[in-house]
């Protein structure tokens, strides 16, 4: 008893220490750390009863009355600090200050996560050491709280948990489990993008078959270069549709699985049959993607007009100088207005271009059972050029009375009611046998989904925008993830030797004179 009277409150502040060190570096061995805490209060306890006289007599004192109200104050300030960080766990706020709001989830993700239907769980597999559990963490952090608590995550050390690590098939360090009932997806690392698109294929009941039109000449979907469409494909593929290519001339008619038919660009017309075989389609509720260049395919422009199209035999130009600043040409309007649609209704503050585009507008009178919207206009300053043996010869484009003034459109959607008595697809039925509506929108240009124009400014979200709307898919219209950008700082040689002097001799020696300056100035005072 002696023993315990003597050193039972130092044994009661080494097993506090303990257990805080335990919660610093070993936070799995939670058993141990409550041990120690009940040690602790079992030998303060004792302790304190053991010697009840010896502290009465101290706090007779004067000095142990002021050591106690100190004692107190501390005490006082801990409890608001507790409370305060209490409070910021249960209601905080974020403010992203970072360009781009590289630090934020996008609008799509957002609005995904807050019309889940089914909790989605995430499993990330990491090492207590690694440097980037912290960064996953906060990301997953956010999608808990943007999805109302329907999306839950957990960190699991596959070192120390083999069997659940076995079970997913986890190989490498670093690698989330994305899950939500039956479904399951792996994601290579912690990206705003792979978890998203991870997210989408545990909650979409299957992956939407887009069909891309071959044989008039078309953009190829599968190549790399400027002209090609791999980009185009890529994104597509991310954002988990089924890519594939269709011979309308061998087939005679549109897949029944088909979501979406992509005509990018036809430089001869299409033949009879195949334009047979679209009109059937969209009569049964199909939705097609028409990307019309100017100069091609006269053909295509007699097609469109039975559905309220109208293809302007022009290119739309504009000497703008905002252009001049993201290096683009006259050949390259960029359009920042954008009517009211499901497709633009998040495309406000975002700027796209649309090169070697014509003019595409909606009919005065459209035929009966068709709305089409004018989507993308440019601005005032452009125009639609129709001297295009001109421009062929070099000369620059001017404008005059008999072009196409601005602003024009250059994008247009066009909805079409199902015909009474038309036979549709029991699949596509809506819900109490509603027939489908028919789909449309028709660009006036292919380049803008090309390789060397996909990744300008807004063009591959206006682009996802459009497939996902054509494919029904209105919950995923938005603003995707950007890409991580670094913006390192370069220095030339002399500004790094001038930051090299400031922080290891100009600095330094201004706080020393500094101080100098002020020992003396006190001693000529006394």
């Known amino acids: 008893m002696t023993l315990l009277k003597r050193w039972g409150m130092w044994a009661a502040v080494l097993c506090l220490l303990g257990a805080g060190a335990l919660v610093l570096f070993a936070s799995w061995m939670t058993r141990l750390q409550s041990a120690l805490i009940i040690a602790a209060a079992v030998l303060f306890v004792v302790s304190a009863a053991l010697n009840w006289r010896e502290g009465a007599s101290l706090l007779g004192r004067r000095g142990m009355r002021h050591g106690a109200a100190a004692a107190l104050l501390v005490l006082i300030a801990l409890g608001v600090v507790v409370l305060a960080n209490a409070v910021s766990l249960r209601y905080n706020a974020r403010w992203d200050m970072t360009e781009g709001k590289r630090h934020s989830l996008s609008p799509q993700t957002v609005k995904l996560l807050k019309g889940l239907n089914a909790p989605v769980e995430a499993i990330a597999f990491f090492r207590s050491d690694m440097p980037g559990k912290k960064t996953a963490e906060d990301l997953l952090k956010q999608y808990t709280q943007a999805s109302g608590g329907k999306f839950t995550y957990r960190m699991e050390d596959p070192d120390r948990s083999p069997g659940l690590a076995k079970r997913y098939g986890i190989e490498t360090y670093g690698t989330l489990v994305m899950q939500s009932g039956e479904k399951s997806e792996k994601v290579p690392d912690a990206e705003e993008e792979r978890l998203t698109n991870a997210l989408v294929k545990v909650t979409r009941p299957g992956n939407p078959v887009i069909y891309v039109v071959k044989g008039h000449g078309e953009r190829d979907i599968s190549s790399a270069e400027r002209t090609g469409l791999s980009q185009a494909k890529e994104q597509m593929e991310k954002a988990n549709y089924t890519v594939k290519e269709l011979e309308l001339a061998r087939t005679g008619t549109v897949p029944a699985d088909a979501a979406v038919v992509i005509v990018p660009g036809p430089k001869n017309d299409l033949l ?255």
């Open 272 to 526: 009879p049959p195949e334009i047979l075989a679209l009109d059937e389609y969209l009569a049964k509720g199909g939705r097609v993607l028409f990307m019309a260049d100017p100069l091609q395919a006269d053909g295509v422009a007699k097609y469109l007009v039975k559905y309220g199209v109208t293809l302007g035999n022009d290119l739309v130009v504009e000497p703008s100088p905002i252009g001049q600043l993201f290096g683009v040409g006259p050949e390259v309007p960029l359009v920042t207005r954008y009517e009211p649609h499901a497709i633009t209704k998040d495309m406000g503050n975002v700027m796209s271009g649309f090169p070697l585009t014509r003019s595409v507008t909606p009919a005065p009178n459209p035929p009966r059972g068709l709305r089409a919207t004018a989507l993308a206009r440019t601005s005032r300053d452009s125009w639609g050029e129709t001297d295009l043996e001109g421009l062929r010869r070099g000369q620059p484009a001017r404008k005059d009375p008999t072009d196409t003034q601005g602003p024009v459109s250059v994008l247009t959607a066009v909805t079409i009611e199902p015909a009474p008595g038309a036979k549709t697809d029991p699949k596509t039925e809506g819900e109490a046998g509603k027939k489908p509506e028919g789909r449309l929108v028709v660009l006036g240009t292919s380049t803008f989904a090309s390789n060397q124009a996909l990744s300008f400014q807004g063009n591959r979200d206006l682009f996802l925008n459009i497939l996902a709307w054509l494919a029904g898919q209105e919950g995923e219209i938005a603003i995707r993830p950007k890409d991580a950008r670094q913006n390192p700082i370069a220095l030339t040689a002399s500004e790094s030797r001038s930051v090299l002097l400031l922080s290891i001799v100009v600095l330094p020696v201004a706080v020393m004179v500094a101080g100098i300056w002020r020992v003396v100035r006190r001693r000529r005072i006394k």
